[in-house]
């Protein structure tokens, strides 16, 4: 099974800060159809998770676009450039180029 | 808009089986695959596999083959998955979860508590 090393585990922002989070996957999560299949979902306290990013950088619908991603192969990375209060929870990459899709231990986004 | 509806607790005793609901409304439910995800009390989450409601056809996590079986109703565009013989293991919040090709963690349900207990 693919393994998604999320790092770091857990980061403390305070109110406007950019902060990054990398997911990095033990093989390539590039598919044969020439799409990379690397999400990142936030789930907030009591929540279900939400997608916030698919295919690697593609935003959301109705996603602020303070919210960004990255990357190739296998490293990836989360941007929020300007955390705001409403941002804490925990964040997760999910692969779904190979089965079984499989997802990062999480980040937890903490105000300082 | 997409709701995924899931069907409310369930407290089951350890050797039984418990079947939970996942109501889709807002799109037409034989276009997208509906996944189901497992969110133990540590927060990790595993996806146990996947069923496309026009074809029924599914694919599992090898890990949950055995435990979980994926079912659909197309005519109340509801899926089922159910889960069978329980441990304690398999106390956990399983999610279902649906989107289109290659955005399939788009839509999610609020979630099932599944407690095993004797």
């Known amino acids: 099974d693919v393994v998604l090393t999320q790092t770091p585990p857990t980061l403390s922002a305070t109110i406007g800060q950019s902060v990054s989070i990398s997911c990095r996957s033990s093989?390539?999560?590039?598919?044969?159809?020439?799409?990379?299949?690397l999400h990142w979902l936030l789930q907030r306290p009591g929540q279900s998770p939400q997608l916030l990013i698919y295919s690697v950088s593609r935003l959301e619908s109705g996603v602020p676009n303070r919210f960004s991603g990255s990357g190739s192969g296998t490293d990836f990375t989360l941007k929020i450039s300007g955390v705001e209060a409403e941002d804490l929870g925990v964040y997760y990459c999910v692969q779904g180029t190979h089965a079984p899709y499989t997802f990062g231990a999480g980040t937890k986004l903490e105000l300082k | 808009q997409v709701q995924l509806q899931q069907s409310g607790a369930e407290l089951a005793k350890p050797g039984s089986s418990v079947k939970i609901s996942c109501k889709a409304s807002g799109y037409t439910f034989t276009s997208y695959a509906m996944h189901w995800i497992k969110q133990t009390t540590g927060q990790a989450l595993e996806w146990t596999g996947y069923i496309a409601p026009g074809s029924g056809g599914t694919k599992y996590n090898e890990k949950f083959k055995g435990k979980a079986t994926l079912t659909v109703d197309k005519s109340s565009s509801t899926a089922y998955m159910q889960l069978s013989s329980l441990t304690p293991v398999d106390t956990a919040v399983y999610y279902c979860?649906?989107?289109?090709?290659?955005?399939?963690?788009?839509?999610w349900g609020q979630g099932t508590l599944v407690t095993v207990s004797s």
């Open positions: 093989q390539s999560l590039l598919h044969s159809n020439g799409n990379t299949y």
């Open positions: 979860a649906s989107g289109a090709p290659g955005n399939w963690f788009a839509y």
